[in-house]
């Protein structure tokens, strides 16, 4: 497709297909603003059934570019969406009346909610389109509703106690629905998002309802404040622990918030440009961008992206082509720069529609070399999770590479994430070929020679980025030749704690294989 053509994408429902990812699986990824701003290519998710009152919404979107949200059937149902798949039924619970999808792992396993099933909701675990797993409420609680997911399949929501209270809880297949409170969050009313360094974020009842972060291994508790006023919530997580949400400020205006332990609790601002417009911050990733929705001054509101460099960014401006289609709030952003969310078209009386904004100028990186045990054991059966490296001594999932930009020689700003490593500083490296993956020290090395250090990295928070600000990019740090071709990535750290696996501590991530152009 031409870089000025036409943009907008319908994608229908289609019947169910197999979860599993067959193989190393497509990864599209963005491409970062250089001397232009970023711009999208737009992807409308339309309901199963057309209609006049059909709807349908994204809640969520994992590293692979699949989404899972809900449609109408007419009646409510959970799908998981992908460019090449459209949109897939998950199904529902015997007597249900509806579902619903609210958070997506790597795995392409969904948790979400279902009703009917009983008097109240029910949260379930779906592992395949009509494969579904119910995740009890913890006791003393009714009708829970799961809200996130992490790649080891740890699942966090809210249960209510009474009409106008919530207990925020978590689940794993091992330890069963916890209640937070019981593990140390005090008055916990809701645990919306979990990372995969099992750190859980939400709000709990301190004379006003606040942010808090919890660490689920470690059992601490940070409270985020608020931006002067009486209240905040907590909606999303990075992995390196970075949290977005919403808070009153002084004059109770309701603004978006990026809050890190380094700096606090920072106000994003709004469309508009005024302290008054109101806005929340719905999730963000490790690239420092932050997706959510914002007034623009006009009585609207439109959804918007954050970032360092540029501030926030009105996404309707950024899309090629929209067609008529209004991007209202962004709901969620993965690693690679993929926009989830909600919108409509400009026609009287439209509803709802979820949309997917894929990064225009982006390549095709396929990641592959996992250390979940399925192609290759780690060593010390320390297999991490579906679509990471092998575990490591500070995160069970295991390292994952990622990566964003655009694999071009003209216009080269491909870059390297690798998240939930262990250790202080990491290298990024490049080979020819790709292995099946095989042991090496505690991980999974699945780069074939001839290499090419492309630079130690430090780690932050268990995360690290190439090229830095002032490393050399990568195709010429990398020496890629005039004709482009395919290379392969991958990222080693060392195990933070020594006999953790092997007398070497070494680990690995997955890696990433990039295929570039002139």
């Known amino acids: 497709m031409a870089a000025g053509g036409a943009r907008v994408h319908t994608s229908g429902m289609r019947t169910p297909i197999p979860f599993r990812v067959a193989g190393p699986a497509l990864l599209l990824v963005s491409l970062l603003p250089s001397a ?3 711009q999208y290519e737009l992807f409308v998710i339309e309901p199963f059934q057309p209609g006049p009152t059909a709807e349908s919404l994204a809640a969520s979107i994992n590293l692979l570019g699949q989404v899972t949200g809900w449609s109408t059937a007419p009646e409510l149902r959970a799908f998981r969406w992908s460019v090449a798949g459209g949109a897939v039924d998950l199904g529902e619970a015997p007597n249900a009346l509806a579902s619903d999808g609210a958070g997506i792992a790597f795995s392409g396993w969904v948790a979400g909610s279902s009703s009917g099933i009983s008097l109240y909701d ?5 592992t395949a389109p009509d494969q579904i797993q119910f995740l009890p409420a913890p006791a003393g609680t009714y009708a829970p509703f799961a809200q996130g997911l992490n790649d080891r399949a740890i699942v966090v929501g809210l249960a209510s106690i009474s009409s106008n209270l919530t207990r925020g809880w ?3 297949a091992q330890q069963g629905t916890r209640e937070l409170t019981s593990l140390g969050v005090a008055n916990c009313t809701s645990a919306m998002r979990i990372n995969n ?3 859980i974020v939400g709000q709990r009842l301190i004379g006003n309802y606040k ?4 660490d689920l291994d470690t059992q601490t508790l940070v409270d985020l404040g608020t931006l002067g006023g009486p209240t905040s919530e907590a909606k999303g997580i990075n992995e390196a622990g970075a949290v977005c949400g919403q808070a009153r400020n002084a004059n109770y205006n309701p603004r978006p918030f990026l809050w890190k332990a380094s700096t606090g609790m920072q106000d994003l601002g709004a469309l508009s440009g005024t302290s008054y417009d109101q806005g929340r911050a719905e999730a963000l990733n490790d690239l420092g961008q932050v997706v959510g929705y914002s007034s623009t001054g006009t009585g609207a509101s439109a959804a918007f992206v954050w970032d360092e460099s540029h501030g926030m960014r009105d996404l309707n401006a950024l899309i090629v082509n929209p067609g008529g289609f209004q991007v209202l709030t962004a709901t969620a952003i993965n690693q690679a720069g993929w926009i989830a969310g909600n919108g409509r078209f400009g026609t009287p009386g439209a509803l709802s529609r979820a949309f997917v904004l894929r990064p225009i100028g982006a390549e095709r990186l396929e990641p592959f070399g996992f250390g979940d045990g399925i192609q290759t054991p780690c060593p010390c059966s320390n297999d991490g999770a579906t679509g990471h490296g092998c575990a490591n001594s500070t995160v069970s999932a295991g390292a994952q590479l990622s990566a964003s930009g655009d694999a071009r020689l003209g216009a080269d700003s491909l870059r390297l994430t690798a998240s939930g490593m262990s250790g202080k500083i990491c290298l990024f490296y490049q080979g020819s070929a790709a292995r099946v993956p095989f042991a090496v020290d505690d ?5 074939g020679a001839p290499f090419v250090r492309l630079g130690v990295r430090p780690v932050q928070d268990g ?3 190439f090229p830095g600000a002032s490393d050399a990019r990568i195709h010429v740090r990398g020496a890629i030749p005039a004709a482009g071709g395919t290379y392969y990535y991958q990222c080693l750290y060392r195990n933070g704690t020594a006999g953790y696996c092997t007398p070497s501590t070494s680990n690995r991530t997955n890696g990433v294989a990039a295929t570039w152009i002139p």
């Open 197 to 199: 360094r099992n750190q």
């Open 463 to 465: 995360v690290g980025h």
């Open 122 to 126: 029910t949260a379930v675990l779906w």
């Open 443 to 447: 991980g999974l090395a699945c780069v």
């Open 36 to 38: 232009q701003a970023q």
């Open 211 to 214: 942010a808090y972060r919890f």
């Open 170 to 172: 978590v689940w794993d």
